[in-house]
């Protein structure tokens, strides 16, 4: 493998793991609250739809962002009537969120457009434009700070930058105010919280309105920047990819970015090569596929690394009376 | 005070009922808002899957399937257990079927479907045990692995289809066709020696019985064998099963390994049944519609056989809505997905006003 090849790689290793950071942000705030959120995918895809059919509609890639986020919380928030007020089942609500999501996106698509449910391809006006860097163009011969910079980081949609910023911002929200505090408090001991006066129900609120935002964008970067537009679909499994980096990562953000990036990057090799040779074995490219999962259910197993999940996490709070 | 708030016969049928009409009322919105009829597109459904014998052939052959997979998720249920791998373990439950009947020259059909059974079974109940053995020693939660297992199910079986089982003088990722020999007794043939006349084209076959015995015996073990006791007795209450003297690993595991073999059972239906040959999507999702048909059924067989009827003539309903209507197949994915929500996730939404009801009218008596 040559320089050339390796910096392409690592460029699309970028792209494709912004969408599962997104959703992978999502699902640790929601499930640092206590609400387990197998639903990432569901919102994902209708994030993904109606900001494909916004953008085509308005022309603008922000009124499709716009929807898109829109559609996810709306999504977020049926999660959380029944998880939250209705103390339903978590994990039934998310299967039936990323069903609800796969079925309306085709029936819709359909209505709306009659191509096969998928959304018109989007001319470039109506995506988000690659954006350069400063001075990507002035350091592109210096030596290795050149490609990592220029040909790197450089030179993708806005929304890979926003989403590398929310690495931070969610970090400083869950480690450093006094919200994020209380956030990990309802997720670890949801009673101790109540006691201290603070709303249960208003904080897992408002972390599922957070998990459902972040998948919206996350669901409108796959439409209006990854792809140029919907098709059937799209989300091909990335809310559980997601899922399974938020594992990977022990629900903590810095950890996030790494487990996307090495799941990104599995993806990308896999895109790059059909079956990867190591020399003494040829990997197929249904083993590259499976791996991210493969390794989940290793790190779960506990045999590297135990991941322990928040304590209060998929148990409804009910106030004592 | 849940449990006796209402009356038994109100909670097994009322509650699931008017969550089924929730359901169905929300879904007819959709049809509304997308330009359609809803009115239209019921009778359309009805005539289309239950209106002929051919309708009843596609109809009762999807309720094959959802009996199994809906069994598969009611007996991880009862012992709290959510198992989501349905899915895979049907795949895989595909691949036991697929080599047994491509790889033993057997004599006549019973014999291989006996043989097919055990290795669908016996596939699928591998595929749980990994999960099941994870939740068990290690507490890794069940939900999680077995969505990372059907994933990787996918991912093997696809490599298997295109790499190994696939005929050299073909290209999509299938095995070959069974022999001819293995065909298994359609409803038509069953049907001829009572003089009853049946649609020929109609897959619905054989396994449809075996499905039926299925609901039976997983009843009878459930509630009349000591395992059956000790299953559902560790799904109300781990600490009293345990002080019990009941052994949670042994009861995590054979619980999973029943609901695995099951749900590698439908595979003789999708896979001997059907097209005679394996597929990639040989299972259509009905590892899903299990966790749907369980719900409704209330995790008991009983209950089990009418929704699983009812998804068959929806999944069939919904074919031929697609054919004759601009509403896409995926509309039947919206009603599965509602039917989740209202009998699973909403249930108290429906349950504590029903409640309030009953005991304001046993308050006035």
Not at chain 1, 13 to 24: D, I, W
Not at chain 1, 259 to 284: H, K, Q, S, T, Y
Not at chain 2, 282 to 293: D, K, Q, S
Request: aromatic share 10%; proline share 5%.
């Amino acid at each position: 493998m040559d320089i050339a090849t390796l910096v392409q790689i690592l460029d699309s290793t970028l792209r494709l793991a912004t969408p599962l950071l997104f959703a992978c942000l999502a699902g640790l705030v929601s499930e640092r609250a206590g609400i387990f959120d197998i639903g990432l995918e569901g919102k994902l895809l209708i994030a993904a739809f109606f900001s494909a059919a916004y953008a085509h509609y308005s022309g603008s890639a922000w009124v499709g962002l716009g929807v898109g986020v829109l559609a996810s919380v709306v999504f977020a928030l049926v999660h959380g009537v029944a998880s939250i007020t209705f103390r339903g089942n978590q994990l039934i609500s998310g299967v039936a969120i990323n069903f609800l999501a796969a079925g309306m996106t085709v029936v819709v698509a359909q209505s709306w457009f009659r191509q096969g449910g998928r959304t018109p391809s989007l001319p470039s006006e109506a995506r988000f434009q690659r954006l350069d860097l400063p001075f990507a163009e002035a350091l592109r011969d210096v030596p290795v700070l050149g490609p990592v910079y220029s040909q790197i980081l450089s030179g993708h949609s806005l929304l890979v930058y926003l989403g590398l910023a929310m690495v931070p911002a969610v970090w400083y929200g869950l480690y450093r105010t006094r919200f994020g505090l209380r956030l990990r408090a309802v997720g670890e001991n949801p009673a101790a919280v109540d006691t201290a006066g603070v709303s249960v129900v208003r904080l897992r609120y408002m972390a599922v309105i957070i998990a459902g935002v972040l998948c919206g964008i996350g669901g409108a970067y796959l439409a209006t920047s990854l792809s140029a537009g919907f098709v059937k679909d799209m989300s091909a499994g990335r809310g559980f990819i997601a899922l399974a980096a938020m594992i990977f990562a022990k629900w903590r953000p810095w950890h996030a970015l790494g487990a996307v990036m090495l799941f990104g990057m599995l993806e990308a090799i896999a895109n790059r090569f059909p079956n990867v040779d190591l020399g003494i074995i040829v990997l197929p490219g249904q083993f590259m596929a499976a791996l991210p999962y493969i390794l989940t259910v290793v790190i779960l197993a506990g045999f590297v690394g135990r991941a322990i999940p928040p304590r209060a996490g998929g148990a409804p709070y009910v106030k004592e009376r | 005070m849940s449990a006796r708030a209402m009356p038994r016969w109100a909670d097994v049928t009322l509650v699931p009922l008017i969550s089924l009409i929730l359901a169905f009322a929300l879904s007819a919105l959709v049809i509304l808002a997308i330009g359609e009829d809803p009115v239209r597109a019921t009778q359309l459904m009805v005539t289309g899957a239950l209106g002929s014998t051919y309708g009843w052939g596609y109809t009762l052959y999807y309720t094959t399937n959802f009996l199994f997979t809906g069994l598969a998720v009611s007996i991880a249920f009862q012992a709290r257990l959510f198992n989501i791998g349905g899915e895979g373990q049907a795949m895989l439950g595909g691949l036991g079927v697929a080599l047994v009947a491509l790889f033993i020259p057997w004599p006549n059909w019973w014999m291989a479907m006996i043989a097919a059974l055990a290795a669908s079974a016996l596939a699928g109940a591998a595929w749980a045990a990994i999960p099941a053995w994870l939740q068990a020693r290690r507490g890794s939660h069940i939900v999680i692995t077995t969505i990372m297992f059907n994933f990787i199910a996918f991912s093997l079986l696809n490599y298997i289809l295109s790499h190994v089982l696939r005929p050299p003088t073909s290209m999509d990722p299938a095995t070959a066709r069974f022999d001819s020999t293995l065909r298994l007794p359609r409803l038509a043939d069953i049907l001829e020696p009572f003089g009853i006349e049946f649609s020929r084209s109609g897959p619905a076959n054989v396994t449809l019985f075996v499905a039926l015995a299925a609901c039976v015996l997983v009843w009878a073990l459930l509630w009349r064998t000591r395992l059956g006791f000790e299953i559902r007795a560790f799904g109300e209450s781990h600490p009293a099963a345990h002080y019990a003297g009941i052994s949670g690993v042994r009861i995590i595991m054979v619980a999973m390994l029943i609901s695995g073999a099951l749900a590698g059972m439908m595979a003789v239906n999708s896979v001997m049944g059907g097209p005679q040959r394996l597929v990639m999507n040989a299972v259509e999702g009905a590892g899903f519609i299990g966790i749907a048909v369980a719900l409704m059924g209330r995790s008991h067989p009983i209950g089990i056989i009418p929704a699983a009827l009812l998804f068959g003539f929806l999944f069939q309903g919904g074919s031929e809505l697609a054919i004759e209507t601009r509403i896409p197949r995926e509309m039947i994915v919206i009603i599965q997905a509602l039917v989740i929500m209202f009998t699973g996730a909403l249930d108290n939404m429906v349950r504590r006003p029903l409640e309030a009801l009953f005991l304001a009218f046993r308050g006035r008596s």
